[in-house]
């Protein structure tokens, strides 16, 4: 089943990211050269035009405010759910660790395990809702960026998966290890910048590729 999900995302994946970075096919519109002069005249420039002109009232989208601080957040439960198998042996060695995952994560874990197809809902409600435009963009872009971290996690996934049993623990141990490091740093970072007001455009090729699908507006 998990195999399943796993090639449905990535094809699904596949589709979006061709909508998302197809070039738009809608014309230009075009301002007759009347019109132009007549918006130029410095009789309409007051103060008002001229402060909007110089965007001085545009929101500024490195700025995450309000309620959209916690909103943000919540993408992020998605790659948290589903990256929270490689804190395996982290969580044998730091029991604290595992208190903590089973109180925040563990319900969602469990869920998850027990509902088929239940990440794999999640995936497109975010995957489809967070396109709509009446969405803020930096609500928009930190569901895109926390689909594109759970994306990311298939491929170790699946490298573990044609992984022999007979695999040295000195190796899959560490291997592990660093795939939760790198997914919980990325989630906890963009937790953060989310709950302080900023949008988390930190990760390397990850808010790069988020930002191109969100686009310009």
């Known amino acids: 089943m ?6 449905a995302v990535l094809l699904l994946a596949s589709m979006l990211s061709v909508t998302a970075f197809s070039p738009s096919r809608t ?3 075009t301002v007759s050269r009347e019109k132009t002069a007549f918006m130029n005249e410095p009789s309409l420039k007051t103060p008002t035009t001229t402060a909007l002109n110089m965007g001085m009232f545009d929101r500024n989208d490195e700025e995450v405010f309000g309620q959209e601080k916690i909103i943000s957040c919540l993408p992020y439960i998605l790659p948290l759910m589903d ?13 604290p660790l595992h208190v903590l995952e089973q109180i925040f994560l563990g319900p969602l874990v469990r ?8 990440g794999f809902g999640l995936f497109l409600v975010l995957a489809l809702g967070g396109r709509n435009p009446e969405l803020s963009r930096s609500i928009r872009f930190n569901v895109q960026q926390a689909i594109l971290i759970d994306i990311a996690l298939i491929f170790p996934e699946l490298i573990g998966s044609a992984m022999s049993k007979s695999t040295p623990m000195f190796l899959v141990e560490p291997c ?5 490091y790198a997914y919980a740093a990325a989630c906890g970072y963009s937790i953060f910048s989310n709950l302080t007001g900023k949008t988390p455009k930190g990760i390397p090729i990850i808010s790069e590729a988020a930002e191109r699908a969100v686009g310009p507006f």
């Open 176 to 180: 592990t290890n660093f795939v939760f």
């Open 2 to 7: 998990r195999v399943f999900k796993n090639a």
């Open 27 to 29: 014309a230009a519109p």
């Open 83 to 95: 990256g929270d198998k490689f804190g395996k042996y982290i969580y044998m060695r730091i029991p």
């Open 111 to 118: 869920i998850d395990q027990a509902v088929p197809f239940f």
